[in-house]
């Protein structure tokens, strides 16, 4: 239990999060007296109860994926890194019905432009560098994606009110977030990576949604005929609250966020123990070859010298 404690925090942190849903996430301050219904909304009675058991499942999925020994291969840890960016598009796609109206400036479509490129010519060269010679060095590729894109930005977005849909947004910042994992070497580390940055931001999503939470409580308020009869008597927003299974949520992102730190620690270590014992098996065997170079030549020197006797 104690050697894989990181492993088991990354599966209870979502299981956690799943659970909230039968738990209350929202309620009435005490000072109404119950004379309010419904006192308090539960994660089966709100669209967040949802949304957080499928945030749940996405994390667990990615979690015990990550924790799998084999995430350690470098093909294994670039698939879950763009498995991280899949869920996240998919599940913002499900639950973010929103769009997101900015104007760029021709100074900030080429910051965009370079952020894009540096990532692409990152991951690029730590997924293919050693392989293949066009991407041992970022620079040139760099240089190719950062004129492309910022042509594109330029004709298409500078000077113009362009509005994203919130998964485009999302899939556009994990797509970053990917390509900074994947530039860091080694890239057998780089799931563990993007299952921190991801366990942050969900812990954010959760955060977040307690405003939500509360007002969602009081429409359900409004809408529900009191015990007197009244219709659209509702307690003050100031008089609400964010409950136990709300809090509990936040507590189960921050045992994800632990336990992925530790598994990052823990990979790393192993990682680097891993290279150093590489490093000193290539240093013995040259040192072996030189060893027995040497005593060949010597063997030979010798040789030569009876046969001149």
């Known amino acids: 239990m104690k050697k894989h404690w990181s492993k088991v925090a990354i599966a209870l942190g979502p299981v956690m999060l799943i659970g909230t849903y039968t738990w209350e996430y929202a309620r009435t301050n005490s000072s109404y007296n119950y004379l309010i ?52 598009t998919v599940f913002t796609a499900l639950f973010a019905d929103r769009t997101i109206t900015v104007t760029f400036s021709a100074v900030a479509a080429l910051i965009v432009s370079f952020f894009l490129a540096a990532s692409v010519a990152l991951a690029f060269r730590s997924l ?18 950062y004129v492309v894109l910022g042509a594109i930005f330029l004709t298409v977005i500078a000077g113009n009110e362009v509005t994203f849909q919130a998964w485009t947004v ?10 900074l994992a994947l530039s860091i ?11 921190i940055v991801t366990s942050v931001l969900a812990w954010g999503t959760v955060a977040f949604s307690a405003g939500a939470l509360r007002q969602h409580l009081i429409g359900v308020q409004l809408e529900t005929e009191q015990a007197s009869g009244v219709v659209g008597f509702a307690a003050q927003y100031k008089d609400t609250q964010a409950a136990m299974g709300w809090w509990l949520a936040g507590f189960a ?6 336990g992925s730190v530790g ?4 990979r790393r270590d192993i990682v680097a123990a891993i290279a150093r014992a590489r490093r000193q098996r ?12 040497a005593a060949e030549l010597y063997a030979k020197e010798q040789a030569a010298a009876s046969n001149k006797r």
């Open 185 to 195: 070497r080694p890239v057998t580390m780089a799931a563990s990576r993007m299952l």
């Open 128 to 145: 293919f560098g050693d392989k293949r010679a066009l991407f041992k060095r970022a620079l040139p590729i760099f240089v190719v994606a």
């Open 170 to 179: 999302v899939f556009i910042v994990f797509l970053v977030f990917s390509g």
């Open 253 to 258: 992102m921050t045992v994800l966020f632990v």
């Open 263 to 266: 598994l990052w620690a823990k």
């Open 37 to 88: 219904e419904p006192w308090a909304i539960r994660g089966s009675e709100t669209d967040h109860g949802v949304l957080f058991v499928v945030l749940g499942i996405l994390l667990l999925a990615g979690g015990l994926a990550t924790s799998w020994e084999s995430a350690l291969k470098p093909r294994v840890s670039a698939a879950l890194t763009a498995y991280f960016v899949i869920a996240a």
């Open 282 to 293: 290539a240093a013995a065997e040259k040192s072996a070859a030189e060893i027995a170079e």
